[in-house]
């Protein structure tokens, strides 16, 4: 398990990283993380949303899961039909690590995540206040 996380970070380091000129780059690695924040905030406004409609937790991770594996599906899709405006529906493609690296950001894409974030996060901050916890 150990080596496939290795091995994971060494691919994601080589196609987003390298290309910049390695982590010497200056401010490489605080860009890529902050494009991985980004991508993270609209998915976890949307799985709060889905969990706080649920009336378990099991089902809660069904839902959330589910859109994830959704928007993966959205995402390769995307990729390999060469198709960007399907970039809009998954926000895996909104923010990526390379783009965000090079210091990019599609205003676009911003917009859109913090529509999301924000609208979302209100909704279930409505729902979640009727709950009992």
Same mark, same amino acid.
């Given at each position: 398990? +150990? ?27 605080? $860009? ?14 949307? $799985?709060?949303?889905? /969990?706080?409609?649920?009336k378990t937790y ?5 839902? /959330? ?9 959205? /995402?390769?899709?995307? +990729? ?27 205003? /676009? ?25």
């Amino acid at each position: 398990m +150990e080596w496939q996380v290795i091995t994971e970070w060494h691919r994601n380091y080589f196609t987003a990283i390298l290309p910049l000129g390695g982590l010497e780059q200056e401010g490489a690695v605080v $860009t890529a993380t902050i494009g991985l924040f980004l991508t993270e905030l609209p998915l976890f406004a949307i $799985t709060l949303l889905a /969990s706080g409609l649920k009336k378990t937790y099991k089902r809660a991770v069904r839902i /959330s899961v589910g859109i994830l594996l959704l928007f993966y599906v959205i /995402s390769i899709t995307a +990729e390999y039909l060469e198709a960007p405006v399907l970039y809009y529906l998954t926000p895996l493609k909104c923010f990526d690590v390379y783009i965000v690296a090079t210091g990019r950001i599609y205003i /676009s894409f911003f917009l859109l995540a913090l529509v999301i974030v924000i609208g979302f996060a209100a909704v279930a901050q409505k729902i979640w206040e009727g709950k009992e916890i």
